[in-house]
């Protein structure tokens, strides 16, 4: 019963937390983390990123796709 209570804490954005402006699409290290294990694209609400951000992540991640920076997948 008091598992239930219990409020869940928000998620920050990180690039909010480390103050980066725009998402570069050479930082692979950075992107792989807003990557699942199948190579998509992990979503507003599993990874806390703001709106603003998220946007930026997407155009980011497509283009290091292209370049062969990151996997389309990863099966």
């Known amino acids: 019963m008091a598992r239930r209570d219990r ?3 928000r998620k920050v954005c990180s690039f909010c937390v ?3 402006e725009h998402v570069d699409y050479k930082d692979a290290l950075r992107l792989r983390r807003f990557l699942n294990e199948r190579g998509k694209i992990l979503p507003r609400r599993v990874t806390g ?3 603003h951000h998220q946007r930026q992540l ?3 991640l497509k283009r ?3 370049l062969a920076l990151v996997p389309f ?3």
């Open 7 to 9: 409020r869940r804490r």
């Open 18 to 20: 480390d103050k980066i």
């Open 49 to 51: 990123n703001c709106a």
């Open 58 to 60: 997407t155009v980011a």
């Open 64 to 66: 290091a796709r292209v």
């Open 73 to 75: 997948s990863m099966e």
